[in-house]
Protein backbone atom coordinates (compact mmCIF):
# COMPACT_ATOMS: atom_id res chain seq x y z
CA UNK A 1 0.00 0.00 0.00
CA UNK A 2 2.94 2.41 -0.29
CA UNK A 3 4.82 4.18 -3.43
CA UNK A 4 8.10 4.48 -1.33
CA UNK A 5 9.53 1.20 -3.16
CA UNK A 6 9.98 3.39 -6.52
CA UNK A 7 12.91 6.01 -6.78
CA UNK A 8 11.81 9.47 -8.16
CA UNK A 9 14.14 12.53 -7.90
CA UNK A 10 12.59 15.59 -6.40
CA UNK A 11 9.19 15.21 -7.35
CA UNK A 12 7.55 17.46 -5.32
CA UNK A 13 3.49 17.97 -4.40
CA UNK A 14 2.68 19.88 -7.11
CA UNK A 15 3.79 17.55 -9.63
CA UNK A 16 1.91 14.77 -7.65
CA UNK A 17 -1.10 17.01 -8.75
CA UNK A 18 -1.63 18.69 -5.23
CA UNK A 19 -1.72 22.12 -3.76
CA UNK A 20 -1.04 22.75 -0.07
CA UNK A 21 -4.02 25.30 0.94
CA UNK A 22 -3.31 27.48 3.77
CA UNK A 23 -5.21 25.54 6.44
CA UNK A 24 -5.80 28.42 9.45
CA UNK A 25 -9.60 27.70 8.50
CA UNK A 26 -8.79 23.92 9.03
CA UNK A 27 -7.26 24.30 12.55
CA UNK A 28 -3.27 24.04 11.80
CA UNK A 29 -0.32 26.06 11.00
CA UNK A 30 -0.42 28.06 7.92
CA UNK A 31 1.12 25.52 5.04
CA UNK A 32 -0.15 27.70 2.39
CA UNK A 33 2.12 27.28 -0.81
CA UNK A 34 4.10 24.98 0.82
CA UNK A 35 5.77 22.39 -2.24
CA UNK A 36 7.84 19.79 -0.03
CA UNK A 37 9.75 17.02 -1.78
CA UNK A 38 7.70 13.69 -1.75
CA UNK A 39 9.08 10.12 -0.95
CA UNK A 40 6.62 8.31 -1.18
CA UNK A 41 2.69 7.58 -1.36
CA UNK A 42 1.05 5.74 2.10
CA UNK A 43 -2.75 4.84 2.87
CA UNK A 44 -1.81 3.30 5.86
CA UNK A 45 -0.39 4.92 9.13
CA UNK A 46 1.77 2.19 9.63
CA UNK A 47 3.69 2.25 6.06
CA UNK A 48 4.48 5.94 6.73
CA UNK A 49 7.91 6.75 6.33
CA UNK A 50 10.13 10.01 6.49
CA UNK A 51 8.96 12.41 3.31
CA UNK A 52 5.63 10.80 2.52
CA UNK A 53 2.53 11.83 1.59
CA UNK A 54 -0.22 10.35 3.60
CA UNK A 55 -3.63 9.81 2.75
CA UNK A 56 -6.20 10.19 5.60
CA UNK A 57 -8.97 9.17 4.14
CA UNK A 58 -12.70 8.35 5.35
CA UNK A 59 -13.31 4.85 5.78
CA UNK A 60 -16.16 2.75 7.00
CA UNK A 61 -15.31 1.76 10.10
CA UNK A 62 -12.96 4.99 10.90
CA UNK A 63 -12.14 8.11 9.28
CA UNK A 64 -8.08 8.27 8.60
CA UNK A 65 -8.03 11.73 9.94
CA UNK A 66 -7.75 9.61 13.12
CA UNK A 67 -4.01 8.31 11.96
CA UNK A 68 -2.70 11.73 11.05
CA UNK A 69 -0.64 12.57 14.55
CA UNK A 70 1.04 8.87 13.74
CA UNK A 71 1.77 9.65 10.31
CA UNK A 72 3.38 12.94 11.39
CA UNK A 73 5.25 11.21 14.20
CA UNK A 74 6.96 9.25 11.05
CA UNK A 75 7.74 12.59 9.12
CA UNK A 76 5.25 12.37 6.70
CA UNK A 77 6.31 15.63 4.70
CA UNK A 78 2.60 16.25 3.46
CA UNK A 79 -0.91 15.29 4.55
CA UNK A 80 -3.90 14.65 2.04
CA UNK A 81 -7.30 14.37 3.64
CA UNK A 82 -11.10 16.23 3.39
CA UNK A 83 -12.00 18.84 6.11
CA UNK A 84 -13.43 16.19 8.37
CA UNK A 85 -9.76 14.64 8.61
CA UNK A 86 -8.13 17.72 9.41
CA UNK A 87 -10.53 18.88 11.77
CA UNK A 88 -10.02 15.44 13.75
CA UNK A 89 -6.29 16.23 13.39
CA UNK A 90 -6.33 19.65 14.36
CA UNK A 91 -4.67 19.11 17.46
CA UNK A 92 -1.69 17.49 15.79
CA UNK A 93 -1.67 19.45 13.07
CA UNK A 94 -1.08 22.78 15.14
CA UNK A 95 2.11 24.18 14.70
CA UNK A 96 3.21 21.49 12.22
CA UNK A 97 5.07 23.02 9.52
CA UNK A 98 4.54 20.47 6.36
CA UNK A 99 2.11 20.32 3.71
CA UNK A 100 -1.62 19.86 4.78
CA UNK A 101 -4.00 19.30 0.98
CA UNK A 102 -8.00 19.38 2.31
CA UNK A 103 -9.40 17.81 -0.77
CA UNK A 104 -13.08 17.99 -1.64
CA UNK A 105 -12.39 14.36 -2.61
CA UNK A 106 -9.10 13.04 -1.26
CA UNK A 107 -9.87 9.86 -2.73
CA UNK A 108 -9.94 11.36 -6.50
CA UNK A 109 -6.76 13.24 -5.75
CA UNK A 110 -5.27 10.44 -4.64
CA UNK A 111 -5.91 8.25 -7.24
CA UNK A 112 -4.84 10.97 -9.33
CA UNK A 113 -1.56 11.05 -7.44
CA UNK A 114 -0.92 7.59 -7.72
CA UNK A 115 -1.10 7.65 -11.61
CA UNK A 116 1.59 10.73 -11.79
CA UNK A 117 3.56 8.95 -9.02
CA UNK A 118 3.98 5.63 -10.89
CA UNK A 119 3.19 7.02 -14.23
CA UNK A 120 3.49 4.14 -16.38
CA UNK A 121 0.26 2.38 -17.74
CA UNK A 122 0.09 0.01 -20.63
CA UNK A 123 -0.69 1.50 -24.04
CA UNK A 124 -4.19 -0.60 -23.93
CA UNK A 125 -6.01 -0.78 -20.98
CA UNK A 126 -9.91 -1.95 -20.64
CA UNK A 127 -11.74 -2.00 -17.51
CA UNK A 128 -15.10 -4.33 -17.04
CA UNK A 129 -17.96 -4.22 -14.34
CA UNK A 130 -21.23 -5.91 -14.22
CA UNK A 131 -22.32 -8.35 -11.25
CA UNK A 132 -20.99 -11.67 -12.24
CA UNK A 133 -18.71 -12.36 -15.58
CA UNK A 134 -16.13 -9.88 -14.27
CA UNK A 135 -13.20 -12.19 -14.39
CA UNK A 136 -14.01 -14.24 -17.16
CA UNK A 137 -14.35 -11.61 -19.35
CA UNK A 138 -11.14 -9.78 -18.25
CA UNK A 139 -9.55 -13.22 -18.67
CA UNK A 140 -10.96 -13.85 -22.08
CA UNK A 141 -10.07 -10.32 -23.37
CA UNK A 142 -6.05 -11.15 -21.60
CA UNK A 143 -6.02 -14.74 -23.59
CA UNK A 144 -7.26 -13.38 -26.85
CA UNK A 145 -4.47 -10.30 -26.78
CA UNK A 146 -2.22 -13.24 -26.16
CA UNK A 147 -2.73 -15.35 -28.49
CA UNK A 148 -2.93 -12.38 -31.11
CA UNK A 149 0.71 -12.00 -29.99
CA UNK A 150 0.70 -9.10 -27.57
CA UNK A 151 2.08 -9.37 -23.85
CA UNK A 152 -1.26 -8.43 -21.94
CA UNK A 153 -2.25 -9.14 -18.16
CA UNK A 154 -5.95 -9.49 -16.28
CA UNK A 155 -6.56 -8.08 -13.30
CA UNK A 156 -8.53 -8.82 -10.13
CA UNK A 157 -9.97 -11.39 -8.69
CA UNK A 158 -7.75 -13.92 -9.16
CA UNK A 159 -4.60 -11.39 -9.13
CA UNK A 160 -2.38 -10.65 -11.65
CA UNK A 161 -2.17 -13.22 -14.48
CA UNK A 162 -1.06 -13.18 -17.87
CA UNK A 163 2.75 -12.18 -18.89
CA UNK A 164 3.19 -10.33 -15.48
CA UNK A 165 1.53 -12.36 -12.05
CA UNK A 166 0.71 -10.70 -8.33
CA UNK A 167 -1.01 -11.34 -5.90
CA UNK A 168 -4.19 -9.01 -4.82
CA UNK A 169 -5.77 -8.70 -2.00
CA UNK A 170 -8.66 -7.14 -3.64
CA UNK A 171 -10.44 -7.61 -6.78
CA UNK A 172 -10.24 -3.35 -7.60
CA UNK A 173 -7.22 -2.74 -5.39
CA UNK A 174 -6.31 0.57 -3.95
CA UNK A 175 -4.62 2.68 -6.62
CA UNK A 176 -1.22 2.74 -4.79
CA UNK A 177 -1.59 -0.73 -5.46
CA UNK A 178 -3.00 -0.54 -8.49
CA UNK A 179 -0.76 2.00 -10.64
CA UNK A 180 2.02 -0.05 -9.01
CA UNK A 181 1.35 -3.21 -10.54
CA UNK A 182 0.43 -1.16 -13.77
CA UNK A 183 3.50 -0.04 -14.26
CA UNK A 184 5.40 -2.90 -13.26
CA UNK A 185 4.04 -4.89 -15.86
CA UNK A 186 4.65 -2.01 -18.40
CA UNK A 187 8.27 -2.59 -17.28
CA UNK A 188 7.83 -6.47 -17.97
CA UNK A 189 6.73 -5.34 -21.52
CA UNK A 190 3.28 -5.34 -21.04
CA UNK A 191 1.31 -3.58 -23.51
CA UNK A 192 -2.60 -4.76 -23.04
CA UNK A 193 -4.60 -4.86 -19.65
CA UNK A 194 -7.97 -5.80 -18.64
CA UNK A 195 -9.10 -4.51 -15.39
CA UNK A 196 -11.78 -5.94 -13.09
CA UNK A 197 -14.11 -2.93 -11.49
CA UNK A 198 -16.03 -4.06 -8.47
CA UNK A 199 -18.37 -1.66 -7.56
CA UNK A 200 -16.97 -0.97 -4.17
CA UNK A 201 -13.37 0.14 -6.51
CA UNK A 202 -15.48 2.40 -8.47
CA UNK A 203 -17.44 3.76 -6.00
CA UNK A 204 -13.86 4.61 -3.91
CA UNK A 205 -12.18 6.08 -6.50
CA UNK A 206 -9.94 3.39 -7.11
CA UNK A 207 -9.34 3.52 -11.20
CA UNK A 208 -9.70 6.74 -11.41
CA UNK A 209 -6.25 7.85 -12.87
CA UNK A 210 -6.32 5.00 -15.31
CA UNK A 211 -6.22 5.92 -18.80
CA UNK A 212 -8.84 3.56 -20.61
CA UNK A 213 -9.42 2.85 -23.73
CA UNK A 214 -12.56 1.13 -23.12
CA UNK A 215 -15.36 -0.34 -21.16
CA UNK A 216 -17.63 -3.17 -20.74
CA UNK A 217 -20.55 -4.50 -18.57
CA UNK A 218 -22.22 -7.71 -18.41
CA UNK A 219 -25.36 -8.15 -16.32
CA UNK A 220 -26.75 -6.64 -12.72
CA UNK A 221 -28.29 -8.65 -10.04
CA UNK A 222 -28.11 -8.49 -6.19
CA UNK A 223 -24.78 -8.27 -4.17
CA UNK A 224 -22.99 -6.41 -2.39
CA UNK A 225 -26.44 -4.84 -0.71
CA UNK A 226 -24.03 -4.85 3.28
CA UNK A 227 -22.03 -1.46 1.49
CA UNK A 228 -24.36 0.24 -0.91
CA UNK A 229 -27.63 1.35 -0.09
CA UNK A 230 -30.01 -0.29 -2.01
CA UNK A 231 -29.95 -1.62 -5.85
CA UNK A 232 -29.98 1.87 -7.27
CA UNK A 233 -26.89 2.95 -5.57
CA UNK A 234 -25.64 -0.27 -6.35
CA UNK A 235 -26.07 0.43 -9.86
CA UNK A 236 -25.01 3.70 -9.91
CA UNK A 237 -21.66 2.74 -9.04
CA UNK A 238 -21.34 0.23 -11.53
CA UNK A 239 -22.41 3.48 -14.12
CA UNK A 240 -19.48 5.19 -12.57
CA UNK A 241 -17.30 3.20 -15.13
CA UNK A 242 -19.26 4.87 -17.98
CA UNK A 243 -20.18 8.45 -16.66
CA UNK A 244 -17.14 9.01 -15.25
CA UNK A 245 -13.99 7.02 -15.09
CA UNK A 246 -13.60 6.18 -18.97
CA UNK A 247 -11.94 8.77 -20.74
CA UNK A 248 -13.70 10.82 -23.66
CA UNK A 249 -13.82 9.01 -26.36
CA UNK A 250 -13.56 5.96 -25.00
CA UNK A 251 -15.92 2.95 -26.24
CA UNK A 252 -18.26 0.85 -24.00
CA UNK A 253 -19.33 -2.84 -24.32
CA UNK A 254 -22.65 -2.83 -23.35
CA UNK A 255 -24.88 -6.35 -23.03
CA UNK A 256 -28.47 -4.90 -23.30
CA UNK A 257 -30.49 -7.88 -22.48
CA UNK A 258 -31.70 -6.29 -19.66
CA UNK A 259 -33.71 -3.43 -18.49
CA UNK A 260 -30.52 -2.37 -16.40
CA UNK A 261 -28.16 -3.05 -19.72
CA UNK A 262 -30.14 -0.69 -21.63
CA UNK A 263 -30.17 1.55 -19.16
CA UNK A 264 -26.65 1.50 -18.83
CA UNK A 265 -26.21 1.53 -22.66
CA UNK A 266 -27.75 4.98 -22.44
CA UNK A 267 -25.76 6.53 -20.00
CA UNK A 268 -22.84 5.29 -22.25
CA UNK A 269 -24.90 7.08 -25.09
CA UNK A 270 -25.41 10.50 -23.35
CA UNK A 271 -21.41 10.41 -21.86
CA UNK A 272 -20.77 10.17 -25.71
CA UNK A 273 -18.94 6.85 -25.45
CA UNK A 274 -18.69 4.73 -28.90
CA UNK A 275 -21.22 2.11 -28.07
CA UNK A 276 -21.14 -1.70 -28.82
CA UNK A 277 -24.22 -3.78 -27.81
CA UNK A 278 -23.54 -7.13 -26.83
CA UNK A 279 -27.43 -9.40 -26.43
CA UNK A 280 -29.40 -11.74 -28.34
CA UNK A 281 -32.01 -9.36 -29.69
CA UNK A 282 -31.59 -7.76 -33.18
CA UNK A 283 -30.25 -5.02 -32.51
CA UNK A 284 -27.30 -6.11 -30.73
CA UNK A 285 -24.39 -5.25 -32.59
CA UNK A 286 -22.40 -8.73 -31.45
CA UNK A 287 -25.61 -10.95 -31.47
CA UNK A 288 -25.66 -14.78 -30.40
CA UNK A 289 -27.82 -16.42 -32.75
CA UNK A 290 -27.91 -19.45 -31.78
CA UNK A 291 -26.01 -21.96 -29.05
CA UNK A 292 -25.72 -25.77 -29.19
CA UNK A 293 -24.63 -27.72 -25.99
CA UNK A 294 -22.85 -31.36 -25.36
CA UNK A 295 -21.24 -32.57 -22.52
CA UNK A 296 -17.72 -30.51 -23.07
CA UNK A 297 -18.54 -27.61 -24.23
CA UNK A 298 -21.08 -25.81 -26.92
CA UNK A 299 -20.83 -24.71 -30.40
CA UNK A 300 -21.25 -20.87 -30.79
CA UNK A 301 -23.49 -18.91 -33.74
CA UNK A 302 -23.27 -15.10 -33.59
CA UNK A 303 -22.89 -11.95 -35.93
CA UNK A 304 -20.86 -9.24 -35.72
CA UNK A 305 -22.68 -6.44 -37.05
CA UNK A 306 -24.90 -8.35 -39.46
CA UNK A 307 -22.13 -10.90 -40.51
CA UNK A 308 -23.20 -14.43 -39.44
CA UNK A 309 -20.17 -16.89 -38.02
CA UNK A 310 -19.40 -20.29 -36.19
CA UNK A 311 -17.40 -20.96 -33.28
CA UNK A 312 -16.46 -24.23 -31.12
CA UNK A 313 -16.23 -22.63 -27.71
CA UNK A 314 -14.96 -25.56 -24.99
CA UNK A 315 -17.06 -23.66 -22.53
CA UNK A 316 -19.50 -25.07 -20.40
CA UNK A 317 -22.45 -22.23 -19.64
CA UNK A 318 -24.32 -20.16 -22.01
CA UNK A 319 -23.44 -17.01 -20.36
CA UNK A 320 -20.28 -17.70 -21.30
CA UNK A 321 -20.98 -16.70 -25.02
CA UNK A 322 -21.68 -13.52 -23.93
CA UNK A 323 -18.77 -12.87 -22.02
CA UNK A 324 -16.46 -14.02 -24.79
CA UNK A 325 -18.95 -11.11 -27.01
CA UNK A 326 -18.12 -8.99 -24.22
CA UNK A 327 -14.01 -9.70 -24.44
CA UNK A 328 -13.99 -9.64 -28.47
CA UNK A 329 -15.55 -5.69 -28.47
CA UNK A 330 -12.72 -5.00 -25.47
CA UNK A 331 -10.52 -6.56 -28.33
CA UNK A 332 -11.80 -4.88 -30.97
CA UNK A 333 -12.04 -1.26 -29.13
CA UNK A 334 -7.99 -2.01 -27.97
CA UNK A 335 -7.30 -2.18 -31.73
CA UNK A 336 -7.09 -5.61 -32.81
CA UNK A 337 -9.12 -6.35 -36.15
CA UNK A 338 -12.18 -8.91 -35.87
CA UNK A 339 -10.69 -11.38 -38.55
CA UNK A 340 -7.97 -11.99 -36.27
CA UNK A 341 -10.05 -12.01 -33.46
CA UNK A 342 -12.37 -14.83 -34.40
CA UNK A 343 -9.06 -16.85 -35.72
CA UNK A 344 -8.02 -16.97 -32.00
CA UNK A 345 -11.83 -17.24 -30.47
CA UNK A 346 -11.34 -21.19 -30.51
CA UNK A 347 -8.40 -21.14 -27.83
CA UNK A 348 -10.06 -19.35 -25.44
CA UNK A 349 -10.27 -21.69 -22.13
CA UNK A 350 -12.21 -21.78 -18.83
CA UNK A 351 -11.17 -19.37 -16.00
CA UNK A 352 -10.27 -21.51 -12.80
CA UNK A 353 -13.08 -21.95 -10.95
CA UNK A 354 -16.09 -20.98 -13.24
CA UNK A 355 -17.97 -23.87 -14.70
CA UNK A 356 -15.17 -26.01 -14.54
CA UNK A 357 -15.19 -29.64 -14.85
CA UNK A 358 -12.91 -30.83 -12.05
CA UNK A 359 -13.69 -34.47 -11.83
CA UNK A 360 -15.56 -37.45 -13.53
CA UNK A 361 -16.78 -40.53 -12.19
CA UNK A 362 -16.44 -44.05 -13.82
CA UNK A 363 -20.16 -43.94 -14.76
CA UNK A 364 -19.69 -40.91 -16.58
CA UNK A 365 -21.26 -38.02 -14.16
CA UNK A 366 -19.28 -34.94 -13.99
CA UNK A 367 -18.08 -32.57 -11.37
CA UNK A 368 -17.80 -28.91 -11.87
CA UNK A 369 -16.37 -26.22 -9.63
CA UNK A 370 -18.18 -22.58 -10.07
CA UNK A 371 -17.99 -19.44 -8.07
CA UNK A 372 -21.48 -18.45 -8.15
CA UNK A 373 -22.02 -16.84 -5.01
CA UNK A 374 -25.07 -14.64 -5.49
CA UNK A 375 -28.33 -15.82 -6.24
CA UNK A 376 -28.09 -14.03 -9.74
CA UNK A 377 -24.87 -16.27 -10.80
CA UNK A 378 -26.33 -19.21 -9.11
CA UNK A 379 -29.86 -19.23 -11.51
CA UNK A 380 -27.59 -18.56 -14.39
CA UNK A 381 -25.17 -21.11 -13.06
CA UNK A 382 -27.34 -23.96 -12.91
CA UNK A 383 -30.04 -22.91 -15.58
CA UNK A 384 -27.07 -22.82 -18.38
CA UNK A 385 -25.68 -26.30 -16.94
CA UNK A 386 -28.86 -28.17 -17.77
CA UNK A 387 -28.30 -28.45 -21.56
CA UNK A 388 -25.31 -30.22 -20.75
CA UNK A 389 -26.38 -32.65 -18.91
CA UNK A 390 -29.16 -35.40 -19.54
CA UNK A 391 -29.59 -36.59 -16.13
CA UNK A 392 -30.23 -34.90 -12.90
CA UNK A 393 -28.22 -31.84 -11.76
CA UNK A 394 -26.88 -32.26 -7.48
CA UNK A 395 -25.50 -28.63 -6.25
CA UNK A 396 -23.68 -27.93 -2.99
CA UNK A 397 -24.08 -24.58 -1.58
CA UNK A 398 -23.34 -22.23 1.22
CA UNK A 399 -23.36 -18.66 1.75
CA UNK A 400 -20.07 -16.38 3.42
CA UNK A 401 -20.15 -15.38 6.69
CA UNK A 402 -19.50 -11.50 6.97
CA UNK A 403 -21.07 -10.45 3.55
CA UNK A 404 -24.98 -9.13 2.36
CA UNK A 405 -27.17 -11.52 4.33
CA UNK A 406 -30.43 -10.65 2.38
CA UNK A 407 -28.95 -13.08 -0.46
CA UNK A 408 -28.53 -16.06 1.75
CA UNK A 409 -32.52 -17.35 1.27
CA UNK A 410 -32.25 -16.49 -2.32
CA UNK A 411 -29.02 -18.28 -2.70
CA UNK A 412 -31.06 -21.19 -1.26
CA UNK A 413 -34.27 -20.09 -3.39
CA UNK A 414 -31.91 -20.00 -6.61
CA UNK A 415 -30.61 -23.70 -5.63
CA UNK A 416 -34.40 -25.22 -5.18
CA UNK A 417 -36.24 -24.33 -8.10
CA UNK A 418 -33.12 -24.99 -10.27
CA UNK A 419 -31.27 -28.47 -9.48
CA UNK A 420 -32.40 -31.36 -8.84
CA UNK A 421 -31.26 -32.19 -4.89
CA UNK A 422 -29.72 -29.59 -3.00
CA UNK A 423 -26.92 -30.01 -0.31
CA UNK A 424 -26.59 -26.87 2.22
CA UNK A 425 -22.49 -26.60 3.83
CA UNK A 426 -20.53 -23.53 5.08
CA UNK A 427 -18.47 -21.30 2.61
CA UNK A 428 -15.91 -19.18 4.85
CA UNK A 429 -18.19 -18.38 7.82
CA UNK A 430 -15.60 -15.65 8.99
CA UNK A 431 -16.72 -14.49 12.04
CA UNK A 432 -20.43 -15.51 11.99
CA UNK A 433 -22.20 -18.66 13.54
CA UNK A 434 -21.98 -21.07 10.74
CA UNK A 435 -25.37 -22.31 11.35
CA UNK A 436 -27.40 -19.57 11.62
CA UNK A 437 -25.97 -19.02 7.87
CA UNK A 438 -27.21 -22.31 6.98
CA UNK A 439 -30.57 -21.73 8.52
CA UNK A 440 -30.70 -18.35 6.19
CA UNK A 441 -29.88 -20.70 2.89
CA UNK A 442 -32.67 -23.32 3.85
CA UNK A 443 -35.25 -20.70 4.23
CA UNK A 444 -34.82 -20.24 0.61
CA UNK A 445 -33.69 -24.13 0.15
CA UNK A 446 -36.86 -26.08 1.52
CA UNK A 447 -37.14 -28.36 4.00
CA UNK A 448 -36.33 -31.13 0.97
CA UNK A 449 -32.92 -29.70 0.90
CA UNK A 450 -30.12 -31.67 3.14
CA UNK A 451 -27.84 -30.02 5.37
CA UNK A 452 -23.93 -31.02 5.82
CA UNK A 453 -21.79 -28.34 7.54
CA UNK A 454 -19.01 -30.13 6.75
CA UNK A 455 -17.99 -29.17 2.91
CA UNK A 456 -15.59 -31.74 2.16
CA UNK A 457 -18.78 -34.43 3.22
CA UNK A 458 -21.26 -32.49 1.29
CA UNK A 459 -19.05 -32.90 -1.68
CA UNK A 460 -18.45 -36.26 -0.88
CA UNK A 461 -22.18 -36.90 -0.73
CA UNK A 462 -22.55 -35.18 -3.39
CA UNK A 463 -19.95 -37.08 -5.56
CA UNK A 464 -21.76 -40.09 -3.64
CA UNK A 465 -25.62 -38.80 -5.37
CA UNK A 466 -24.13 -38.90 -9.23
CA UNK A 467 -26.03 -41.73 -11.25
CA UNK A 468 -24.54 -42.01 -14.80
CA UNK A 469 -25.86 -38.69 -17.04
CA UNK A 470 -25.85 -36.84 -13.51
CA UNK A 471 -23.75 -33.68 -12.91
CA UNK A 472 -22.35 -32.03 -9.24
CA UNK A 473 -22.37 -28.38 -9.13
CA UNK A 474 -19.87 -27.25 -6.49
CA UNK A 475 -20.75 -23.78 -5.94
CA UNK A 476 -19.06 -20.82 -3.94
CA UNK A 477 -16.00 -21.04 -3.55
CA UNK A 478 -14.57 -21.47 -7.50
CA UNK A 479 -10.65 -20.91 -7.14
CA UNK A 480 -10.51 -20.29 -3.64
CA UNK A 481 -7.75 -22.54 -1.40
CA UNK A 482 -8.91 -21.78 2.37
CA UNK A 483 -11.89 -21.82 4.48
CA UNK A 484 -12.56 -19.00 6.35
CA UNK A 485 -13.58 -19.38 9.78
CA UNK A 486 -13.55 -17.10 12.38
CA UNK A 487 -10.03 -15.16 11.73
CA UNK A 488 -8.28 -18.48 10.24
CA UNK A 489 -7.94 -19.75 7.07
CA UNK A 490 -7.77 -23.82 6.57
CA UNK A 491 -6.77 -25.33 3.60
CA UNK A 492 -9.70 -26.17 1.17
CA UNK A 493 -10.12 -26.81 -2.65
CA UNK A 494 -13.85 -28.17 -4.06
CA UNK A 495 -11.97 -29.05 -7.39
CA UNK A 496 -9.24 -31.43 -4.83
CA UNK A 497 -11.78 -33.01 -2.25
CA UNK A 498 -14.17 -33.45 -5.28
CA UNK A 499 -11.64 -35.74 -6.98
CA UNK A 500 -10.57 -37.01 -4.01
CA UNK A 501 -14.40 -38.08 -3.39
CA UNK A 502 -14.31 -39.65 -6.91
CA UNK A 503 -11.39 -41.95 -6.01
CA UNK A 504 -12.79 -42.97 -2.80
CA UNK A 505 -16.22 -43.92 -3.90
CA UNK A 506 -14.84 -45.18 -7.17
CA UNK A 507 -12.67 -47.49 -5.50
CA UNK A 508 -9.45 -46.01 -6.27
CA UNK A 509 -7.97 -45.46 -3.07
C1 LIG B 1 -15.58 -1.63 2.65
C2 LIG B 1 -14.28 -1.40 1.96
O1 LIG B 1 -14.21 -1.50 0.75
N1 LIG B 1 -13.24 -1.12 2.71
C3 LIG B 1 -11.93 -0.80 2.12
C4 LIG B 1 -11.50 0.57 2.60
O2 LIG B 1 -11.37 0.47 3.96
P1 LIG B 1 -12.10 1.44 4.91
O3 LIG B 1 -12.20 2.75 4.21
O4 LIG B 1 -13.33 0.83 5.38
O5 LIG B 1 -10.99 1.48 6.08
P2 LIG B 1 -11.15 1.81 7.61
O6 LIG B 1 -10.78 0.58 8.33
O7 LIG B 1 -12.44 2.48 7.92
O8 LIG B 1 -9.94 2.87 7.78
C5 LIG B 1 -10.00 4.18 7.24
C6 LIG B 1 -8.67 4.61 6.72
O9 LIG B 1 -7.72 4.61 7.79
C7 LIG B 1 -6.52 3.99 7.41
N2 LIG B 1 -5.85 3.41 8.59
C8 LIG B 1 -6.43 2.44 9.33
C9 LIG B 1 -5.76 1.90 10.44
C10 LIG B 1 -4.49 2.42 10.81
O10 LIG B 1 -3.84 2.03 11.77
N3 LIG B 1 -3.97 3.40 10.03
C11 LIG B 1 -4.61 3.91 8.93
O11 LIG B 1 -4.06 4.79 8.29
C12 LIG B 1 -6.97 2.94 6.38
O12 LIG B 1 -5.93 2.62 5.48
C13 LIG B 1 -8.13 3.66 5.66
O13 LIG B 1 -7.63 4.41 4.57
O14 LIG B 1 -10.23 0.90 2.07
C14 LIG B 1 -9.20 -0.04 2.45
C15 LIG B 1 -7.89 0.43 1.83
O15 LIG B 1 -8.03 0.56 0.44
C16 LIG B 1 -9.56 -1.44 1.96
O16 LIG B 1 -8.58 -2.37 2.40
C17 LIG B 1 -10.91 -1.83 2.54
O17 LIG B 1 -11.28 -3.06 2.00
C18 LIG B 1 -11.85 -4.00 2.91
C19 LIG B 1 -10.75 -4.73 3.66
C20 LIG B 1 -12.71 -4.99 2.16
O18 LIG B 1 -12.99 -6.08 2.61
N4 LIG B 1 -13.20 -4.66 0.99
C21 LIG B 1 -14.01 -5.53 0.16
C22 LIG B 1 -15.47 -5.57 0.63
C23 LIG B 1 -13.92 -5.03 -1.27
O19 LIG B 1 -13.39 -3.96 -1.55
N5 LIG B 1 -14.44 -5.85 -2.20
C24 LIG B 1 -14.48 -5.47 -3.59
C25 LIG B 1 -15.49 -6.31 -4.36
C26 LIG B 1 -15.26 -7.79 -4.38
C27 LIG B 1 -16.14 -8.54 -5.39
O20 LIG B 1 -17.17 -8.05 -5.88
O21 LIG B 1 -15.77 -9.65 -5.73
C28 LIG B 1 -13.07 -5.62 -4.21
O22 LIG B 1 -12.77 -4.86 -5.15
O23 LIG B 1 -12.31 -6.51 -3.75
N1 LIG C 1 -22.32 -13.41 -17.92
C1 LIG C 1 -22.74 -14.04 -16.81
N2 LIG C 1 -24.06 -14.05 -16.48
C2 LIG C 1 -24.50 -14.66 -15.38
N3 LIG C 1 -23.70 -15.34 -14.53
C3 LIG C 1 -22.39 -15.39 -14.80
C4 LIG C 1 -21.83 -14.72 -15.95
N4 LIG C 1 -20.50 -14.93 -15.96
C5 LIG C 1 -20.23 -15.65 -14.86
N5 LIG C 1 -21.34 -15.95 -14.16
C6 LIG C 1 -21.46 -16.68 -12.89
O1 LIG C 1 -20.81 -15.89 -11.91
C7 LIG C 1 -19.71 -16.61 -11.33
C8 LIG C 1 -18.54 -15.70 -11.16
O2 LIG C 1 -18.01 -15.38 -12.44
P1 LIG C 1 -16.82 -14.35 -12.56
O3 LIG C 1 -15.81 -14.71 -11.56
O4 LIG C 1 -16.43 -14.26 -13.96
O5 LIG C 1 -17.62 -13.03 -12.12
P2 LIG C 1 -17.15 -11.77 -11.26
O6 LIG C 1 -18.06 -10.68 -11.69
O7 LIG C 1 -15.71 -11.55 -11.42
O8 LIG C 1 -17.47 -12.20 -9.77
P3 LIG C 1 -16.80 -11.57 -8.40
O9 LIG C 1 -17.47 -10.24 -8.22
O10 LIG C 1 -17.25 -12.55 -7.38
O11 LIG C 1 -15.34 -11.53 -8.58
C9 LIG C 1 -19.42 -17.75 -12.29
O12 LIG C 1 -18.83 -18.80 -11.60
C10 LIG C 1 -20.79 -18.06 -12.84
O13 LIG C 1 -21.51 -18.84 -11.95
N1 LIG D 1 -15.27 -11.33 -3.43
C1 LIG D 1 -16.41 -11.99 -2.84
C2 LIG D 1 -16.13 -13.44 -2.82
C3 LIG D 1 -17.13 -14.31 -2.05
C4 LIG D 1 -16.87 -15.76 -2.19
C5 LIG D 1 -17.59 -16.65 -1.26
N2 LIG D 1 -16.84 -17.87 -1.16
C6 LIG D 1 -17.77 -16.02 0.11
O1 LIG D 1 -16.88 -16.15 0.93
O2 LIG D 1 -18.82 -15.42 0.35
C7 LIG D 1 -16.67 -11.45 -1.46
O3 LIG D 1 -15.73 -11.36 -0.69
O4 LIG D 1 -17.81 -11.13 -1.17
MG1 LIG E 1 -14.18 -11.21 -10.09
Avoid at 249 to 265: E, K, P, V
Avoid at 268 to 280: I, Y
Avoid at 359 to 366: F, V
Amino acid sequence: MTGDDVTRDEVTLTQLGLRARDVKDAGGSDGGGRDPVITGLSIDSRTVRPGHLFAALPGSAVHGGEFIQYALRMQAAAILTDRKGAAIAADALAGWDGALVVAEDPRAALAGAASLWFRDQPDHVVAVTGTSGKTSVASFARQIWQALGHKAISLGTMGVEGDHHAKLAHTTPDPLTLHRVLAEAVAAGVTHAALEASSHGLDQRRLDGVRMQAGAFTNFSQDHLDYHAGFDEYFAAKALLFNRVLDDGASAIINIDSARGRQMADIAKDRGLALTTVGRGEDAMLRILGQRYDATGQDLRFSIMGQAHLVRLPLIGGFQAENVLAAMGLCLASGDAAGDILRVLPHVTTVRGRMQLTAQRENGATVFVDYAHKPGAVTAALQSLRPHVMGRIVCVIGAGGDRDRGKRPLMGQAARENADVVIITDDNPRTEDPALIRAAVIEGAGPEASEVPDRAEAILRGVDALQPGDALLICGKGHETGQIVGQDVYPFDDGEQASVAVAALDGRI
